[in-house]
Each structure stands twice: as C-alpha cells, then as structure tokens.
C-alpha cells in the first residue's frame, strides 16, 4: 500500500514539475532562449493572487495571475531579449540577462509584497480525494489532469496546427522562416505567450499546496531544468516526462533512503542522464520532429 | 614611468603594501567597536544574525522586531550608561553556510564584540569564530541541547530542547498515547530532538515508530507524510517551525494524518497558522515563553517600544521576547563592564553574564548556569480556532 501511495504521490508531484518544465520547454524549443527568470515569474505569480484573493475574491485574483504571468513574461522578451538578439547577443548572453532579471524580480518581491510567506488557498476544492485506502490531494490532483491535458494538447498543436507548424519551422530556420512570411519575432511573443499560460496553473496549484515565500524562485527553476534536462530540452512532451520521471523518483526514492536524499535523488536523476543519455529523455525524437 | 620599467621594485612595493595592509587591518579589528581596551567605549555595536530572507523570514522578522525594540528602550533611557547602541543586521537564512558568512560580514564591518546568532545550525556553524574571536555569542533562538559545548562565549538565554521534551512526554503518555513516529527538521536541532525524544520515549515504557526529516527548505511532504501514516502511530511529535512547520502540518492533514499532533516552541516561529489555518487546530504545542506580566516593569516598556515601532502587531511572539531579552542582557553585561572597570570586550562580557547569574527581562527572570544555559517554566498550549491557547505550566525538573 505504502508503495502505491508514494506511486500516487510521485505522480501528483510531477504534475506540478511537468507543467513548469512543459512552460520553460515552449519557449526555449521554438526561441532558444534560456529563459531562467521564468522562476521569477512564477513566484510573482504565486504572491498576486495569494495576495489578491483576500480583498478581490479567488477569481478576479486569479485572472490578475494570468495577467502577471503573461505581462512579465512578454515583457521580459520584449524589453531584455529582443534588443539583446537585435544586437546580435548571443545565447550565453541572454542567459546571463535572463538570471539578473530573475534576481531583479525576486528581490522585489519583499519589497512590493512583504517577505512573510502567504498561504494561497482554493475555495471550494476539498483538501483531498480518498480514493479507497489512497489519500489524493486535491491540488495535486488537479495539477495531474491539467499536465495530462496540457501535454497532449502541446503535441497536438505542434503537429497538427498551423500556429505549431510555424513554431517548428522559426525554432529551425528563424531567418529563412521570415523570408516565407513567418516573422520570427511574431512567433517568439507568441511562444513566450504560451509558456506563460503553462505557468500560470502550475504557479496557482503548487501554491495551494506549499504556500508562498521569497525562496520559491530558485526551487522550482532548479527542478524545472533538471526535468528539462531529463527529458530533453527542446521537447515539450520530454519536459513533461522529465517532470513526472523526477517527481517519481523523489517520492519512491524515499522508500529506500532517508528524506533527506529528495533534492539529491534529482540531482542524480539528472547526472546519470547527463553521463549516459544527454540528449535526454525524447532528445532523438527532438533532432528529428522539432518539437 | 620607473616603476614600470623595473619588476622588482613593483615586487617589492606591492609586497610592502601587502604587509602595511595587513597590519593596518588587523589594529583596525582590534581596535574596532571603539573598544577592544577601553572600559566605556564612545558607541556600541551588537551584530545580529537573523533570517532576512529565505523560508524562515517571517521568524527572522520576530527576532528583529524584539531586538529593535530593546534597542530603542536603551537609547530612549539614554544608551548604556549615555553612549547609544547600535544593532547592525545580517542575513543568516536560518542555515549553517549562510550564518558563517553573515558572522563573517558583521565582523568586517567592525564594532563588534557580540553578536546574536538565531538558530542552532548558525549557532553550530559559528561557534568557532566566535571562540576564535573572543566574541560573545548570544543565542536567544537556538535550543539544540548541545550547543554550550561547542564554545564558552555562547550565552543561551532560550532555553534548550530538552526541557521541553522532558516535560510534554510524560504529559503526551498520561493521555494514553502509546505509539510515536516523528518529524523533524533536517538539521542538528532536529538531529539533537529525535534522539532525545526517542530516548525519553521508550523511558516512558512507550514505542518508537522512527523518524522521518527533511531540509527546511523542502515544501512538498507527500512521501515522508505516507511513510509516516504507514507506521500506523497514535501520537506524531513534530520538531520543525516556520514554512516548513505550516507546510507539513497542512499536506499532513490533507492526506489524511489525522493521529494527534505533538510539537515544541519552534512551531511559534509564525507561519503555521497563516499556513495550515484549521489544519492546525488539535496540536499540543510546548513553549518557553512566559506572559508579559503588567507587574514586570521590563515587559511594560518592551511593550511599550515595541508599540511604537510596531503598531497592531503581536509582541507576545515567544522569539521576539528572547532576542529583546538577549539585548537587555548584553546591555547589562555592558555596563557591568563599567562598573567594574573591565575593558570591554567579547571575553570580558561573557565573564560579565556569567558573573551576575540571574537578569530581570521582560520574559520574568533568566538564570544562567556556569555553561551559559539558562532554564524556564514550560507552557503547554492547544491550538484552538488558530490561536495557542496554555493550558498547562511545567517547572523545569533541574
């Protein structure tokens, strides 16, 4: 039973992780930008409609959530990436900017929202399902679907859609994409749109459950790369697995070590990856399909 | 033009300049705080180290505020003995690596002869400087146990763990609970806890499921929360305060932990209830804080400060009342310097707390011991409709 239950756990928990990691994996497969401030963004997130939903009510906070995540996402792009590609930066550039502005971002979160840690909660939603002699938080239940949902809806439109088929195309050939009509630059807003979109359930439902605090920046874009990692970092449904193949691994890991290990199982995770499988998880799939 | 044209005079100018340097820097630290001889120096600097940032910044905020307030007390009374205090602040995030650095950063910023250290891991990590430095090293937050080992400079005005352990057990037993498992923070307070609770369990003809812990920073407990639903137990002691203790305590409930929950004052560190909300109702919490009496004129002008500089806030937190004592003790310690015409520094002012034993704060009166411990009476509270609510008063057994 124990074994199942951590098997339920695991999965929940990589809902949450596939979400974040499906978000980054948008936009760095169609851009190629490394874009770590996304763990910024998540955060201010997490704090606008933890700190909204009292005065406003939970939904018009969460819609100033979506609005949060979409504007400083697109900002972000429009204001520190674009003029940094205009003026022919380079990649390790743009991750160089990408992590000051992660860092600008954090740290004016104690000074716009205070640095208390907030509770975010979800009216309406019981605090979990029993299902049998299994015990489902409802967050992460929600969370699981939506990861489920979201990665098949991500390969579908990146097969299927037009809107995906020019991701493709502009993530494999920006300058020949533009000669055919598909402005690269129209595409990358549109790419940035969408992880933010991504994010912003993910931002919400993880909270419910871990409250909000100034430090969860850096822990979720740590565990976002390393899903990233994973499951191979232009590929979308590779992020996805990454996500669920981490989160399992914390939570089966601990039939076996101690707690303690969680954060090192991930590492190792990622390392044994590295060392035998660096194109991660769908990485081959990636170099042929794009997506 | 002829320094450039000639290496070895560069070598030897920069080497000249290197040992000037370091004998200009080390007569500036020993000189520092206006006082490594003097027995009055012009001005008075207190280093804190508390958690500014991180998962622990709401218990960081606690501290501060208490030692703010006793700050503002002294200078409003005119200084110690007419020269002001002066608090500087630094970042420890409740972590080991983080608190050496901030010890590191109150240092270079001179002035220093004492310092407040918050936590047991910043405690641990740190008592070798403090040692090394001769500095006074007051720990109103860290309650390992073990900790009065690790320096003679360390002067504890929280109690440690153990008193609480020693006396919520033998309570937990007499309510029928036979079946323990554990959660504690994963550093050595917790380490220190588990065995100590483990121990006086199994004292207490009770049984010990084991103990599950993780780092503070680790907000997702689903997989340790079923480990600890599978081992079936009536009671859960949970040693852990601030996000984490909020975190645990919700998720907990969530998956259906529903056995009574058991804890110790760092649960008070602030975030549980902010967290958990009703989740946390049920819990039987040990504390060390003592009421602010209205009898005690120390706890009427800590109140009084800590109004000014905190209008509508709690200032009954068991943490802010610690830090705020820890610098009225320092403050006397300061001044019984003078009196005695002691130079004024790190060394001298431990001798100075050890020497005069027993100090009136605003927490009633603290008593040290040789080691620079210090025991109090045990509270025992319910958290009721989001409140800690004592029920239950315990005089340390030694």
């Known amino acids: 039973m124990l074994f199942r239950q951590e098997l339920i756990n695991g999965l ?235 989160g399992l691994s914390q939570s089966l890991s601990s039939l076996f070590f101690s707690s303690q290990w969680q954060t090192a199982v991930a590492f190792g995770v990622c390392i044994v990856f590295i060392l035998f499988r660096p194109t991660g998880i769908l990485g081959r799939t990636v170099l042929r399909s794009g997506v | 033009m002829h320094i450039r044209r000639n290496p070895r005079v560069v070598a030897c100018l920069s080497a000249g300049l290197l040992v000037l340097g370091l004998f200009t820097g080390c007569s500036k630290q020993s000189g520092s705080g206006g006082g490594g001889g003097d027995v009055k120096p012009k001005s008075y600097t207190l280093g804190a180290a508390l958690p500014l940032s991180g998962p622990s910044t709401a218990l960081g905020q606690y501290f501060q505020h208490g030692i703010a307030a006793a700050a503002k007390e002294i200078n409003d009374a005119g200084g110690i003995d007419g020269a002001k205090l002066t608090v500087n602040y630094a970042d420890n995030q409740l972590q080991a690596a983080a608190s050496v650095t901030a010890m590191n950063k109150l240092i270079t910023q001179g002035g220093t002869q004492a310092v407040i250290m918050t936590s047991s891991a910043g405690v641990t990590a740190t008592a070798p400087i403090a040692t090394k430095r001769s500095l006074l090293m007051l720990n109103p937050g860290g309650e390992d146990p073990t900790l009065q080992k690790l320096s003679p400079n360390i002067i504890s005005n929280i109690p440690n763990i153990k008193t609480e352990i020693d006396a919520m057990l033998p309570y937990i037993k007499q309510l029928g609970h036979t079946k323990m498992a554990m959660y504690a923070e994963g550093d050595a307070l917790g380490a220190t806890s588990t065995d100590l609770v483990k121990t006086e369990w199994e004292s207490l003809g009770g049984t010990w499921l084991g103990a599950q812990s993780e780092p503070i920073t680790v907000v997702d407990h689903s997989a340790v929360i079923a480990k600890i639903k599978a081992q079936n137990p009536d009671v859960v002691y949970v040693l852990c305060g601030g996000q984490q203790a909020g975190t645990f305590v919700k998720q907990a409930r969530a998956q259906g932990l529903n056995q009574q929950l058991v804890a110790a004052s760092p649960l008070q560190g602030g975030d549980l209830i902010p967290l958990a909300g009703a989740a946390a109702d049920g819990i039987l919490d040990s504390g060390i804080a003592q009421p602010l009496e209205a009898s005690n004129a120390k706890a009427t002008s800590y109140k009084t400060a800590f109004d000014a500089l905190y209008p509508g806030q709690d200032p009954t937190n068991v943490y802010s009342v610690f830090a705020h004592d820890a610098v009225l003790i320092y403050a006397a310690a300061a001044k019984y310097l003078i009196d005695n015409k002691m130079p004024y520094n790190g060394k001298n002012l431990v001798k100075a707390v050890l020497a005069q034993k027993s100090f009136d704060v605003a927490g009633g009166t603290t008593n040290f011991s040789p080691d620079g411990s210090s025991t109090a009476a045990i509270t025992f509270s319910k958290i009721t409709d989001g409140k800690f609510v004592p029920f239950k008063t315990v005089q340390p057994s030694s």
């Open chain 1, 12 to 246: 929940t928990l990589g809902g949450i992780y596939a979400l974040v990691a499906m978000s980054f994996s948008i936009i760095f497969s169609v851009t190629k930008t490394f874009h770590f401030a996304h763990g910024a963004v998540y955060m201010w997130v997490a704090y606008v409609v933890a700190t909204l939903q009292g005065p406003w009510g939970f939904v018009p906070a969460l819609l100033a959530g979506l609005v949060t995540s979409l504007g400083l996402t697109l900002l972000i792009e429009l204001i520190v990436y674009r003029p940094m590609r205009r003026n022919g930066a380079g990649g390790l550039a743009i991750f160089v900017a990408s992590l000051g502005v992660l860092i600008v971002l954090e740290n004016l979160v104690p000074v716009v929202f205070g640095s208390q840690v907030r509770p975010l909660n979800l009216p309406g939603l019981p605090a979990s399902v029993h299902i049998g002699e299994y015990v489902i938080p409802s967050a992460g239940l929600v969370s699981l679907v939506l990861a489920v949902v979201v990665v098949v809806a991500l390969v579908a439109m990146f097969r299927y859609t037009h809107l995906g088929r020019s991701f493709r195309a502009v993530a494999s050939n920006p300058q020949m994409s533009t000669l055919v009509g598909l402005e690269a630059k129209r595409r990358y807003l549109l790419a940035f749109g969408l992880g933010a979109l991504v994010l912003w359930p993910a931002a919400v439902f993880n909270s419910a459950t871990t409250g909000v605090n100034p430090g969860l920046a850096e822990n979720i874009i740590l565990i976002t790369l390393i899903a990233v990692i994973v499951g191979g970092v232009e590929s979308v449904p590779g992020a996805a697995l990454g996500g669920w193949l981490i």
